[in-house]
């Protein structure tokens, strides 16, 4: 009997570890999943040198990367230089939503550090961000050329992550 | 009866005791303080929960709070971006209570569909949305 | 470059303590190689490391290198030099380091005091969890990661509810707790290893323990007094799952400090106590876990990466189940001749540590309700409500302290004589009258809460107090001497109980509206709006209000300010607090509804004091408690 007793606990955080790996897992799927394999959501925001009002058709170059960056979040400056970088791949091209920000400090930054957009959408209340069900900055969504969203990358860009998770829906 | 027999089973009599009262209060505090979580979609729809203590959440919308000068009494529109909820609160909002920022309510429906607030909660980060919304709006879009 | 110095010294401190973390390895499969003695200049080495890691980091801070994404992340040029030193701890990275660093400390401190390490393979348990966490930190939160080529000009600020004095020592402290019972942790299990759990082990196990819970202990009372002051709501704990988190490991301890007791006089509860030294550290490790991970939210949460929780799950799989795989299989089947019975100490202590755990437990899994529960109904989402843990703690606080009483009069084995606790029955009960009719005389009206908190305060304070009286005078100084800790941390709960219930009853909240000049008048205090100001600072700019507030006795004036972090883009409010020994006047601003006329909380806080009082008591207590039990067996 106090054999069985004395295994008890055991069973019981191997039940608990069990599970608790499973919380963790669906968590992650669910932040993944949310909008993989659909359309782009329609907007209609200005750009950041307000030359323009931008809607979802100004999008036009398909495949594309779409980068959520401000001049308050660190971690975007750590992915500058690779998106500088991809600026010059010719098979992909790069937009920029500039999220929850100040409009002069964003192109002060820019005019500093180089642009690697194409161009910029200006969503400094987050609307389109929201569509887009983004956490923070920076996130990179990966649209393929049929025109839906193949990947959510939350963090920064970087070669390694470029590799694993992009590479595969471009050539 | 044998000691060391006598002293294990009134060990293992306290230990049921104390595991099923533990069990009793866990059991009677959980199915009277659970605060379900709704959204504004889910609310519309419902009518059988008025008058339950629960909570809803959604982005505070833009232009709607509507605050009295006289009065600690305030009013604004929450939204899953389907449907809006009118909340009414009387009390001072927390600090990073903010237009398009999230937020958390509790309180109960009210007869004219109304929410009736007894708390507002908003968190300190600027870019945090209630995970609870999060979910909800990643459900809609499913 | 000295950023990456500081790096190598992590990655040496990671190599080495896996080094001698197989030293038991080695000597299972060869028993003539006992490598013991290699570990403690092991541990001197990973403690010089860590320390010469964390120092860097700390001057990183100081001299605003923003080019190390951690500062540039929670620093910021404006910052006072003292926040800019304990934002070295601020966010997730920082506080790991902290974390292992006072780990690294406890391990040195546990070579230093222990006489005999020829045999001990303790010292290697605590390499090895040392080593999984620097592991941890070097592959998902390295804190010395650079921000090149493109270096910031300024960083984004340290949070503001983080710039505050009771910030900078709280998490050192709390974590001086978490990582202490790491060190019970690992003499049980080595322990069981090598077969010794015996009453020695209880006895060189139980000081430690003590240490460990009056860190735990002040940690956590800190951080509530804080919580009272810097969130501006008035309240001292919120149930949330970070403070859970720090409660339930506390609780796990306590019941350890006391059924060590028993396994070191009697040699009874040894499996048990060894389990609960399991439960302890591994309770510290979920709530960790928990926190760390995301999967539950609260106001204290670090960055949420579900990557680093991974990690973290796999750290908390290998001790907890791995410890618990080596007691199922290696635990002692010794159990003494002597039986007990219902009227004895050991009883006593047998039913204080079921109350405890099973309190412990049902908190637990109040935490992780929600998780439960959106699993079974597909992603339905509730949150469990403060009056869930009231409605538990109540009658478990009760049972405890009632026990606490009737126990200090029981004796080994069995109990003789009771009359003592006829006569403890019939001064509390006078005593007790008496506090009652001064309450009502001051307070004008009586609950349900000020009732209780007073029987179980006067029961607690009489007891402790009598139970010296019962041996002849002779042994009084003898008494004194073993006593002393143990009866401070117990009358400490009388006054925390006490706090607990007033502060429930005779408190008053009101959130009115005021223009300039006009007056509130809450319970015979008169509040005042008597000015508000804009006020620039280097790292916030504020309005700030003053109030002068007069009742019979006395007028003082309150400030109060609401400020605005631009590098962060953060409001906060700062609570206008005038504390006194019976009552705390707390004003917080709310917001402008017009020129001059804003929106005020006010509240008057009844012996919330004695709250944290009674809790620095329990620390007082129970460090004096632990100094003597190392005196004791080191003698």
């Known amino acids: 009997m106090n054999n069985i007793v004395t295994k008890l606990p055991l069973v019981v955080f191997v039940i608990l570890v069990a599970s608790l790996f499973i919380f963790l897992k669906n968590d992650n799927q669910e932040l993944n999943s949310v909008l993989i394999d659909k359309q782009f959501p329609d907007f209609n925001l200005s750009s950041l040198d307000k030359s323009k009002v931008l809607s979802k058709n100004d999008l036009e170059d398909l495949p594309f990367i779409i980068n959520v960056w401000a001049t308050w979040c660190i971690t975007c400056r750590v992915e500058h230089p690779f998106l500088m970088q991809l600026k010059n791949n010719p098979d992909i091209t790069v937009y920029g939503i500039n999220y929850k920000d100040d409009r002069r400090e964003a192109l002060n930054l820019l005019d500093r550090t180089g642009n690697p957009f194409k161009f910029s959408i200006f969503d400094p209340e987050g609307r389109l961000a929201i569509d887009l069900g983004v956490y923070g900055a920076p996130e990179t969504f990966l649209i393929g050329k049929d025109g839906l969203i193949k990947v959510r990358h939350t963090g920064a860009l970087t070669p390694e992550v470029w590799e694993e998770k992009f590479t595969k829906y471009i050539d | ?142 | 470059m000295i950023v990456e110095v500081g790096f190598l010294f992590l990655i040496s401190a990671m190599v080495i303590s896996f080094m001698g973390s197989l030293v038991p390895l080695v000597w299972s499969f060869n028993k003539e190689t006992n490598l013991t003695s290699l570990i403690s200049p092991i541990i001197v080495l990973v403690f010089l490391f860590t320390l010469s890691s964390l120092s860097i980091l700390i001057y990183s801070f100081s001299i605003d290198d923003f080019s190390v994404k951690y500062v540039a992340q929670n620093s910021n040029i404006n910052l006072p030099i003292y926040y800019k030193l304990s934002a070295t701890w601020g966010a997730h990275e920082g506080s790991l380091l902290l974390w292992i660093f006072l780990l690294c400390s406890w391990s040195l401190f546990y070579i230093l005091k222990e006489k005999d390490l020829s045999k001990d393979i303790t010292g290697s348990i605590l390499l090895q969890i040392i080593f999984f966490f620097i592991a941890f930190t070097v592959f998902t939160s390295n804190p010395f990661e650079r921000l090149l080529p493109v270096v910031p000009q300024n960083g984004v600020d340290l949070n503001p509810l983080l710039q505050d004095f009771a910030f900078t020592i709280h998490p050192p402290i709390l974590y001086l707790g978490y990582a202490g019972l790491a060190i019970p942790f690992a003499m049980s299990v080595s322990s069981l290893l090598q077969n010794s759990v015996n009453q020695d082990w209880a006895r060189r196990t139980r000081p430690w323990v003590l240490m460990a819970t009056g860190f735990l202990t002040l940690g956590i009372t800190i951080g509530s007094w804080w919580a009272y002051y810097e969130l501006g709501w008035g309240g001292w704990w919120f149930w949330d799952p970070v403070e859970n988190a720090a409660f339930v490991p506390w609780l796990m301890a306590v019941a350890l400090i006391h059924s060590l007791i028993v396994s070191e006089k009697r040699g009874h509860f040894k499996n048990w106590s060894v389990l609960l030294s399991i439960l302890a550290f591994s309770m510290s490790l979920l709530g960790t876990f928990l926190v760390r991970s995301g999967i539950l939210t609260s106001v204290h949460a670090f960055a949420l990466d579900p990557e680093r929780g991974v990690f973290l799950l796999g750290i908390f799989t290998y001790f907890v189940i791995g410890s618990l795989i080596i007691f199922s299989f290696k635990n002692t089947n010794k159990i003494p001749e002597t039986g007990y019975t219902t009227t004895s100490k050991e009883f006593g202590f047998l039913l204080n540590n079921i109350f405890l755990v099973i309190l412990g437990i049902a908190i637990m899994f109040g935490t992780l309700f929600p998780l439960i529960y959106e699993a079974i109904f597909d992603g339905k989402q509730i949150s469990v409500g403060r009056p869930y843990y009231d409605t538990l703690i109540i009658p478990f606080a009760i049972g405890l302290a009632f026990l606490q009483v009737v126990a200090l009069f029981f004796s080994w084995g069995k109990t003789e004589n009771l009359s003592i606790l006829k006569a403890l029955a019939i001064y509390s009960f006078l005593f007790f009258i008496v506090l009652v009719s001064i309450s009502y005389l001051v307070f004008e009206e009586l609950y349900f809460s000020s009732i209780l908190s007073l029987v179980l305060f006067t029961i607690i304070l009489l007891g402790n107090l009598l139970s010296f009286k019962q041996k002849e005078r002779s042994k009084y100084l003898a008494q004194i001497y073993t006593k002393t800790g143990s009866t401070l941390a117990h009358i400490g709960t009388a006054f925390f109980v006490l706090g607990v219930g007033f502060v429930s009853s005779y408190s008053f909240e009101r959130e009115i509206i005021l223009s300039k000049g006009q007056v509130y008048e809450l319970a015979g205090n008169n509040f005042k709006f008597e000015r508000i100001i804009k006020e620039s600072q280097p790292n916030y700019s504020a309005d700030k209000a003053t109030f002068i507030v007069e009742n019979e006795n006395n007028s003082f004036t309150l400030n109060t300010e609401k400020r605005f972090y631009p590098s962060s883009n953060q409001v906060m409010s700062e609570a206008g607090i005038r504390p006194t020994l019976i009552k705390d006047y707390y004003v917080t601003l709310g917001e402008e509804l017009d020129t001059d006329i804003w929106s005020f909380r006010i509240q008057i806080k009844t012996l919330v004091r004695w709250i944290w009082f009674g809790a620095l008591l329990v620390t007082i207590g129970t460090f004096i408690s632990s100094r003597r039990n190392f005196r004791n067996r080191d003698e």
């Open chain 2, 1 to 142: 009866m044998h000691p060391l027999r006598k002293q294990r089973l009134i060990t293992f009599l306290v230990i049921f005791f104390a595991i099923s009262i533990a069990i009793l209060l866990v059991v009677r505090g959980l199915s009277s303080n659970l605060n379900l979580f709704y959204t504004p979609t889910e609310l519309k729809n419902s009518s059988e929960i008025k008058g339950i203590n629960i909570r809803a959440g959604g982005m505070v919308l833009k232009d709607s709070v509507v605050k009295s000068k006289t009065s600690l009494e305030v009013q604004f529109q929450i939204t899953d971006y389907e449907n809006n909820l009118l909340v009414k609160y009387s009390g001072v909002l927390p600090d990073l209570f903010s237009e398009d920022a999230g937020v958390v309510v509790q309180g109960n429906l009210a007869k004219d569909g109304s929410f009736q607030a007894t708390e507002v909660l908003a968190k300190h980060d600027e870019n945090y949305m209630p995970p609870e919304v999060a979910n909800a709006l990643k459900k809609d879009d499913s």
